[in-house]
């Protein structure tokens, strides 16, 4: 008796004919074909799944963050100008603007607080977020020191606490930055 593959007898494939050893080789090889291509398309759906994950979840909220970095950078710049404004109509425009403004990172705030998906980014969000209402306090503060005439404590507001609050709400939105970087860049 003849033994092949680890001890298993295999005289009976030795005496098949050529033609019925050619198509249990397909048939196996079709099967081999077959599992490989069920892996395949599973891992796809996978592939798939993910690709839409780090879309929706890192992607999008990089382009918000953006959105969100303009929106602080132009207050910063229409609180400036509000300063600087000459007429009340000019200074009414500045307002109006800041206005906007703050309505847009309120709106891409709740935008972004969709796309959280770490405890750690959660933190990170709610940092920033405080640092927002501060700011946005802070600014009313410099308006009302603005529109009660006090232009030089508005200059020294502008100059001191308020930047300050700036600085920090700013580094908050960078660290938010990179750590949504660091979690796209894991999830790749």
Excluded: C
């Amino acid at each position: 008796m003849s033994r092949g593959w680890g001890g298993f007898n295999v005289t009976w494939f030795y005496n098949l004919k050529i033609a019925r050893k050619l198509l249990i080789s397909f048939l196996l090889l079709a099967v081999v074909a077959g599992g490989i291509g069920y892996v395949g398309v599973t891992q796809i759906s996978h592939v798939a799944t993910a690709d839409v994950h780090m879309y929706e979840k890192m992607t999008v909220p990089l382009a918000i963050l953006a959105d969100m970095n303009k929106a602080f950078s132009d207050i910063r710049v229409a609180t400036r100008d509000l300063m600087l404004s000459r007429t009340s109509g000019e200074a009414q425009s500045y307002h109006d603007a800041l206005t906007q403004l703050e309505q847009d990172i309120q709106t891409f705030l709740g935008a972004y607080e969709e796309t959280l998906v770490s405890q750690q980014e959660r933190d990170a969000f709610q940092e920033f977020s405080k640092g927002v209402d501060a700011y946005s306090v802070d600014l009313q503060h410099f308006m009302q020191l603005l529109s009660s005439g006090n232009r030089q404590g508005a200059m020294d507001y502008l100059r001191g606490d308020f930047l300050a609050q700036a600085k920090v709400s700013s580094d908050a939105l960078a660290r938010l930055r990179d750590l949504k970087v660091e979690l796209a860049r894991d999830t790749s």
